[in-house]
C-alpha cells in the first residue's frame, strides 16, 4: 500500500505563487505516474499536470506556462509549482500516483486533497 500527504496549500492573491507537495510512503518499488488534479464544486476532477516515469509532463491547457511539475524518485514526492494564480484555480487539489507494487502489479493511490483559495 502507498500513503500520500499533501502540503503546501492555502489562502494567496491573485499573481502570487504558491507550491504542493505529495511525500508518498509505504510499500512500493516505483512510481509510475504521478501527478496532480483538481476539482472544484459541481465539478468533475481534472488533470492539472501530469508527470510519467520517463520525465515526460502535461499540463492542462489553463496552466501551462504558469505552472510546473517535479519528481524527486529518490525522496518519493512529487511538486507542483504554481505561479501567476488566478482566482479561477481555485480548487482543491490532489495528488494521484500510480506505483508499482510487484512485478507487472500496479495500483492507483489518491491523496486526501488540499485546498487551494486565490483571492482577487
Known amino acids: 500500500q502507498v500513503q500520500l500527504v499533501e502540503s503546501g496549500g492555502g489562502l494567496v492573491r491573485a499573481g502570487g505563487s504558491l507550491r504542493l507537495s505529495c511525500a508518498a510512503s509505504?510499500?512500493?518499488?516505483?512510481?509510475?505516474?504521478m501527478g496532480w488534479y483538481r476539482q472544484a464544486p459541481g465539478k468533475q476532477r481534472e488533470l492539472v499536470a501530469g508527470?510519467?516515469?520517463?520525465?515526460?509532463?502535461n499540463y492542462a491547457d489553463s496552466v501551462k506556462g504558469r505552472f510546473a511539475i517535479s519528481r524527486d524518485n529518490t525522496k518519493n514526492t512529487v511538486a507542483l509549482q504554481m505561479n501567476s494564480l488566478k482566482t479561477e484555480d481555485t480548487d482543491v487539489y490532489y495528488c494521484?500516483?500510480?506505483?508499482?507494487?510487484?512485478?507487472?502489479?500496479?495500483?492507483?493511490?489518491w491523496g486526501q486533497g488540499t485546498q487551494v483559495t486565490v483571492s482577487s
Open positions: 509505504g510499500s512500493f518499488f516505483r512510481f509510475n505516474f
Open positions: 508527470s510519467t516515469s520517463g520525465g515526460s509532463a
Open positions: 494521484k500516483v500510480e506505483a508499482v507494487e510487484q512485478r507487472s502489479l500496479t495500483n492507483n493511490y
